[in-house]
């Protein structure tokens, strides 16, 4: 490896962490290519033949912290399971309520007209993990209801969980509800969608959530820190 090509790969990661940052502190209102060439230290013209346009360069932003967690992060469930689900999305949602300006752009930019479609996908990835993978298996082996429409089921949850977390960095929904809202989301959906042993789990969870107004507890994962 080249010293050039050692230096590039340090300035993109200085230039998408800054990226995040600045989404984080200021949201969206308060981004601009300007302010992430001053604080990363490179030229506007590099910023831009390096990334392109500002949408490329946030979504690059968001996807790598995406994969970042998929990657150091190691849950103790599987992620094609109801409870793997969860796991996931407690988590990661948790995450959330530490960056208020950061989940509020990210929701905004998914319900953006023009949102380029690979950066959607991403987003809705992001949002409902491998909920797809989930219900092919639970059709193969009967619990998922014939009526199920699995690509339509997984976009209506993305776009009602990213419906909760817009409502909930612009003031709709207390902090103390979000994250019981966010899995109830899941739960709704698993039962409307499910039948047999899938079903009465959910149904358990929800019982269980109402009388308690707790979320499910789930085994702590594994996290790989990196020195960089």
């Not at 360069?57 to 689900?85: C, H, P, Q, W």
């Amino acid at each position: 490896m080249t010293y050039d090509s050692l230096a590039m790969g340090e300035r993109r990661k200085r230039i998408l962490h800054e990226t995040r940052k600045l989404i984080n502190e200021e949201g969206l209102e308060g981004f601009s290519m300007r302010k992430i060439s001053m604080r990363a230290e490179v030229a506007p013209k590099t910023l831009y033949n390096a990334f392109g346009d500002r949408d490329r360069l946030i979504g690059l932003a968001i996807r790598e912290m995406y994969d970042a967690v998929r990657e150091n992060v190691k849950f103790r469930t599987s992620d094609k399971t109801l409870a793997g689900l969860l796991d996931r999305a407690i988590m990661l949602n948790r995450g959330n309520l530490k960056a208020r300006n950061y989940a509020k752009a990210v929701s905004t930019i998914y319900f953006a007209q023009d949102i380029d479609k690979d950066l959607r996908d991403v987003l809705q990835e992001m949002a409902v993990g491998k909920t797809s993978e989930w219900l092919e298996d639970l059709r193969a082996c009967g619990q998922l209801q014939d009526w199920v429409d699995i690509e339509h089921m997984t976009r209506h949850m993305a776009n009602m969980e990213y419906g909760l977390i817009l409502d909930w960095a612009t003031g709709r929904v207390k902090d103390s509800e979000y994250l019981f809202r966010f899995v109830e989301i899941v739960l709704f959906s698993a039962m409307a969608a499910t039948r047999g042993e899938v079903y009465e789990t959910a149904q358990a969870m929800m019982t269980s959530m109402a009388d308690t107004r707790e979320v499910p507890t789930f085994q702590n994962p594994a996290i790989r820190f990196q020195n960089s």
